[in-house]
Every structure is written in C-alpha cells, then in structure tokens.
C-alpha cells in the first residue's frame, strides 16, 4: 500500500465545481478514493466529475445549495448506494461579501454565515452519524487565514472563518474515541476566482505587505488536505493547519 492511499474510502467535497475543491477532489481521486463532488454548478461538476473518470477515478455529482439549509440531509439520504457511506468530508465551499463594516449589510453579514458556517454545520451533522456508526471519519474543513488572524473589509467572512475553527476543535473533542478526527486548512491568498474577483492589484499588495515570495495555487492546498484525511493523519486532530507561504 502506497502512502495517502484512499482506496475503498468515499468521500464528500463541497465546493468540488472550481479552485480548491475540485483540486482537493481530483487529488482525492486519484489517491483512490470515490467521490462526491458537491456545488451548485451541475455543469462544472460534470467537467470535474469527466476529468475523475478520465483517469480512472469514481465520481458522483451532487448539486447542492448549503444555503438551502433543509434541502441538504435530504440530498445526503438520496446518494447513491455506492456513495452514500462517507468516510471523509471536506467542507471546502464558501463565499464573500466584502465591505467595511460600517457599510456592511445585514444581507450580506447573513449570506456569508448561511453558506460558510450553518451550511458547513448541516452538512457535517447529517454525515457524521454514519461515521459514527463505521467508527471511522476524517472531516477537514477550508478556512482561511482571515479566520485565523482577521482582515479589514471582511469581517462577516473572517466571522465565518474563525468560527469554523472553533466548531471543528470543538467537533474533535466529541468525537475523540470515536475513530473520527477533525481538522482544518487555512489557506493564505490562493489564485481562484475568489480572489479573481478582488480589485485590481490586490495580490500583489497581499505579497508587498506579508513579504511572500509568491502566491499560492489550488495545488498547494491540496496535499494538505489529502494529508489531513488520509489514515496517516490518524493522530492529528483538532488542528489548524495554516498554507500560506509563510505568512503567518
Ligand atoms: P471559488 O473559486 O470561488 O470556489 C468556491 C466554491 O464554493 C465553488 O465550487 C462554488 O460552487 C462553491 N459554492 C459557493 N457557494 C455555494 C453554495 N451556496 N452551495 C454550494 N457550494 C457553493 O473559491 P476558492 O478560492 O476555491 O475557495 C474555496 C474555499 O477556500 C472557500 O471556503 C474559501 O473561503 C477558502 N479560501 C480561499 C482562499 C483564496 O485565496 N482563494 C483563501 C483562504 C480560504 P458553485 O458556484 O458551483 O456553487
């Protein structure tokens, strides 16, 4: 057996449409492991799920909204039979909605929460049963530096972050002697079209300020993910693993 091997093991990423996610989930992939790819673009889910089959991996596309709160244990019970027994979740969507706060709205404070905290809270609730019952769970959820350190104009996003951060510490220690652990990944500025969409120049500052030697792509995020959810990571829970190139 080779190492990170995830053969025989399902798992569940969000996200799985664009940028990280779908790099986590073609990594996961091709590790061995069969995968549901979560998002609400059935279209780009379907390219990622042809680039899995390409190479011989095991995909099934799942279109969900995490801010459709009640929709998602009933598209988690409708999974396929081949699917349906999740040993790893990687709660990897999320949003902005950036904006002082002094301009911030109650709508996009609330959008932010819906789709980067509640959502990640129903999902996880409606899949940890079953690895409870298997006695056999890796849950890795993306946050971000802002969660870790804040940053201005995102507060609703860096709430978000940093509460994921206390609800998978949290989550680790319930489910200690259950065979499940719960870890986290904290990306620094990674090229997507998240950060596509920020004004013009915005990474170059991020490196001028942190002293970066560059910024970072899906494929750093990745491994790092794959480490947390692999049998090899069996010992590490309850963890914030920071990718940012040194920035903090
Ligand atoms: P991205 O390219 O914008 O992709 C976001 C993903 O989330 C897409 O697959 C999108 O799919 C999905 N998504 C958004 N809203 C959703 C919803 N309501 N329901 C289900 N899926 C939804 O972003 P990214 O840069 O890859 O970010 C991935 C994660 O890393 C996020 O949690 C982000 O906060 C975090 N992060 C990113 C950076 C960075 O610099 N890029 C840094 C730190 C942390 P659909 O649109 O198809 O639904």
Excluded at 10 to 30: D, E, H, K, W
Excluded at 53 to 81: F, T, Y
Excluded at 173 to 199: K, Q
Aim: glycine share 10%; with cysteine.
């Amino acid at each position: 057996m080779s190492i990170f091997d995830l053969s025989g093991r399902t798992a569940l990423v969000t996200g799985a449409s664009r940028g990280i996610g779908r790099a986590c989930a073609v990594l996961l992939a091709r590790q061995g492991a069969r995968v549901v790819l979560a998002a609400r673009n059935e279209g780009l889910l379907d390219e990622a799920a042809n680039e899995i089959a390409a190479s011989a991996g095991e995909a099934h596309v799942l279109a969900l909204d995490l801010a459709d709160h009640e929709k998602i244990p009933v598209a988690v019970r409708q999974l396929p039979k081949d699917f349906a027994a999740v040993d790893i979740l990687v709660n990897n969507a999320g949003i902005t909605a950036d904006n002082l706060l002094a301009r911030m709205t109650l709508d996009q404070w609330q959008r932010v929460q819906d789709v980067n905290l509640t959502g990640v809270f129903v999902l996880t609730k409606a899949l940890v049963r079953g690895m409870m019952r298997r006695r056999y769970g890796r849950i890795v959820s993306v946050s971000s530096v802002a969660g870790v350190v804040g940053n201005a104009g995102q507060a609703n996003y860096a709430a978000s972050k940093a509460g994921l951060i206390g609800f998978s510490k949290s989550l680790a220690r319930e489910l200690l002697s259950r065979g499940i652990t719960v870890n986290v990944v904290a990306p620094g500025f990674i090229e997507t079209d998240m950060t596509a969409a920020m004004p013009e120049g915005a990474g170059d500052r991020f490196l001028e300020q942190h002293g970066l030697v560059r910024l970072g792509t899906v494929e750093d995020i990745a491994p790092a993910v794959l480490y947390l959810a692999s049998e090899e990571a069996s010992y590490v829970t309850g963890e914030v693993l920071s990718v940012s190139g040194g920035m903090t």
